[in-house]
């Protein structure tokens, strides 16, 4: 059975996680990569419009992914997606002049626990009461390896630490995020989409919200300026991850491969001519359109009567 077949019939019965009479284990990856999130955002917009949340198993989250995936499974994820736009939002969390002043270009703890909080408010309790589990995923500073905090995750609290410590991007974010005496780091520093995980904890069906085109995947080994910079940063606070950095490229690929050599996996990508989106983008117009595509991309695979 096909990922659109599962879905289909998953519909048919209107059934619910705990409830269902296949042996399927459907899951929704999001990936990330800080402002091109705004790509897997608008897939998840579509999900939601289209009412296929509940169809889903699981859904795991990787950096931005993660967050995307956290307004998904509260139900406000069309509800809140003109954060993404909107300068009171984009202006304090993203501020490359920060860097100046040695405070993190990209302010996460601001997101979650003000942004979050009082200014486009997440239904932190909705999330932690959906039957679909939510998996953010993070990166363990000690060993290098992708660490998934579902069974962290069981209050307001450990969900903004985990949401905060998935989107942990080394340096730009300041230092990691601690989480019982150890440090984590941003998700896509040992998985960009966090196939490998899904797979070893029993999904059966894929669907994964992507945020490069399928033309954008080569990628350059970092630069010296970066391997100087960064290297003292990970020496000093994530001493596991330098090897897994310097092979970032290499990890990449091998996940891609993973991705399209599954027999059950359905990818959703902006299509090719999207805008290129860098990490710290937050232009309005080009992130709306961005969030645009996103939409109908998804909807390209889902709606439209493929259901």
Not at 211 to 224: C, H, K, L, M, Y
Request: charged share 20%.
């Amino acid at each position: 059975m096909t990922v659109l077949e599962l879905l289909h019939e998953r519909r048919r019965q209107q059934s619910l996680p705990g409830q269902r009479k296949d042996d399927a284990r459907l899951v929704l990856l999001v990936e990330g990569g800080s402002s091109r999130g705004v790509y897997s955002s608008g897939m998840t917009v579509a999900i939601e419009r289209l009412g296929l949340l509940p169809l889903f198993d699981a859904v795991y989250g990787s950096s931005a992914g993660s967050l995307n995936a956290a307004w998904l499974l509260c139900g406000r994820a069309d509800q809140s997606k003109h954060a993404w736009w909107d300068p009171a939002v984009m202006r304090t969390t993203i501020n490359p002049r920060r860097a100046f002043t040695r405070r993190p270009v990209v302010d996460t703890h601001h997101l979650v626990h003000t942004i979050y909080t009082q200014v486009v408010p997440m239904g932190f309790a909705e999330i932690l009461d959906n039957p679909v589990e939510f998996h953010p995923m993070t990166t363990d500073g000690l060993t290098g390896e992708a660490a998934d905090l579902h069974g962290y995750v069981r209050d307001t609290l450990s969900l903004q630490t985990a949401l905060r410590a998935s989107a942990a991007m080394p340096f730009l974010a300041g230092d990691p995020v601690m989480i019982d005496g150890r440090p984590y780091v941003d998700a896509g520093l040992s998985e960009t989409i966090p196939v490998r995980t899904a797979i070893s904890q029993g999904a059966t069906h894929v669907v994964a919200l992507r945020t490069r085109r399928e033309d954008e995947f080569a990628g350059t080994p970092p630069s010296r300026g970066e391997r100087l910079v960064l290297s003292r940063w990970f020496a000093r606070h994530a001493p596991g991850v330098v090897a897994g950095w310097l092979r970032r490229e290499e990890i990449r690929a091998q996940d891609e491969d993973l991705l399209a050599s599954h027999p059950d996996c359905l990818q959703i990508r902006p299509p090719v001519g999207s805008a290129a989106i860098g990490r710290t983008e937050r232009r309005p117009r080009v992130m709306q359109d961005a969030l645009d595509v996103g939409v109908a991309a998804a909807m390209s695979h889902l709606g439209n009567g493929h259901l």
